[in-house]
């Protein structure tokens, strides 16, 4: 199941050094409700070796702001606690994976 993340909790599940993948959702955006599965399927998919996690950007103004989201669904990819990669809007699993796997390259 991905976490849920939030304004209290960012640098604390930022710090555990893993790589993490954050979408960035809200409950009446429909892209966010058709790719949230997929967030699911990859939050079980690559446990223990990547952290997935959802923010909802309606009650996380801080992580909102301090990243630029302005469109959702965007999804950050964070690697060594780094912005690497960024996707937005509502995409197939495999193209998610892809940028996933690349985490861990």
């Not at 954050?22 to 599965?37: H, L, Q, T, V």
Request: aromatic letters at 8%; glycine letters at 6%; a negative charge.
């Amino acid at each position: 199941m991905a976490r849920v993340i939030t304004d209290e909790n960012f640098n604390e599940v930022l710090n555990e050094g893993k790589p993490l993948m954050i979408d960035f959702w809200a409950e009446w955006c429909g892209p966010c409700r058709m790719i949230s599965p997929i967030i699911e399927e990859l939050a079980q998919e690559y446990d223990g070796k990547v952290i997935v996690g959802k923010v909802d950007v309606d009650n996380n103004d801080d992580i909102v702001t301090q990243f630029g989201i302005r469109n959702i669904p965007t999804i950050l990819f964070f690697k060594d606690k780094n912005v690497v990669d960024k996707h937005v809007g509502a995409s197939p699993k495999d193209t998610i994976r892809q940028k996933v796997e690349a985490l861990l390259a």
